[in-house]
Nanobody, 123 residues
């Protein structure tokens, strides 16, 4: 039924860039806010960024503001996370999530989740 599939994770040197993608199916993509969350080793899952259902509004965690950019292509049912100036502390499993209509920073409020993709930033 509903599927969110992340791709684009991998090993990156500090200062490098990476672009994550999340392809959605089984839902009316344009009616869902789409978020990115991450879970570093030994820590809880944290908010990274969210984009409204229309793409008009975006919000970022302070730790990534100015370095990461979230975007979406509703014609392709895909949301992206462009990550620049990567730091070792960005190392985490990154998850794509979908929430009906309204943007939210809380992981508990999201309806659907992808399987996650590993991002490792080396020093």
């Amino acid at each position: 039924q509903v599927q969110l599939v992340e791709s684009g994770g991998g090993l990156v040197p500090a200062g490098g860039s990476l672009r994550l993608s999340c392809a959605a199916s089984g839902l009316t993509f344009s009616t869902f806010a789409m978020g990115w969350f991450r879970q570093p080793p030994g820590k809880e899952r944290d908010f990274v960024a969210v984009i409204s259902y229309s793409g008009s509004n975006t919000y970022y965690a302070d730790s990534v503001k100015g370095r990461f950019t979230i975007s979406r292509d509703n014609a392709k049912n895909t949301v992206y996370l462009k990550m620049n100036s990567l730091k070792p502390e960005d190392t985490a499993v990154y998850y794509c999530a979908a929430k009906s209509w309204v943007v939210d920073r809380s992981a508990k409020d999201y309806d659907y989740w992808g399987q996650g993709t590993q991002v490792t930033v080396s020093s």
